[in-house]
């Protein structure tokens, strides 16, 4: 059974910076393309960033585009993602999300993709 578990959101101020973490067990971590989406009220699930199994390559969302960063630790099974410059639109509940197929090996940035997903952590930018 594997399991994605996300932690690090909270309440920032806008300009400020956060660090989500996506940790997964249950399988072999470096056999998934990982992603990152966030969903906002009233709003539908959307891509944030993937990642590659090896790491490389990244993709992005252009709204994050130059402020956000994907990045992966195969050894901890964890991967991250890092947020600067955040604004208050960036509020939202952020999702990490993994796939194993070998055809997304390089990750995607549709939702379908995604076999596994965790249960989400808020991020909250106050203006």
């Known amino acids: 059974q594997v399991q994605l578990v996300e932690s690090g959101g909270g309440l920032v101020q806008a300009g400020g910076s956060l660090r989500l973490s996506c940790g997964v067990s249950?399988?072999?971590?470096?056999?998934?393309?990982m992603g990152w989406f966030r969903q906002a009220p009233g709003k539908e699930r959307e891509f944030v960033a993937t990642i590659a199994r090896s790491g490389i390559p990244t993709v992005y969302s252009d709204s994050v585009k130059g402020r956000f960063t994907i990045s992966r630790d195969n050894a901890q099974s964890t991967v991250y993602l890092r947020m600067n410059s955040l604004k208050p639109e960036d509020t939202a509940v952020y999702y990490c999300?993994?796939?194993?197929?070998?055809?997304?090996?390089?990750?995607?940035?549709?939702?379908?993709?995604?076999?596994?997903w965790g249960q989400g952590t808020q991020v909250t930018v106050s203006s």
């Open positions: 999300a993994a796939v194993q197929r070998s055809s997304y090996s390089s990750g995607s940035d549709q939702r379908r993709a995604y076999d596994y």
């Open positions: 249950g399988g072999t971590f470096s056999n998934y393309a």
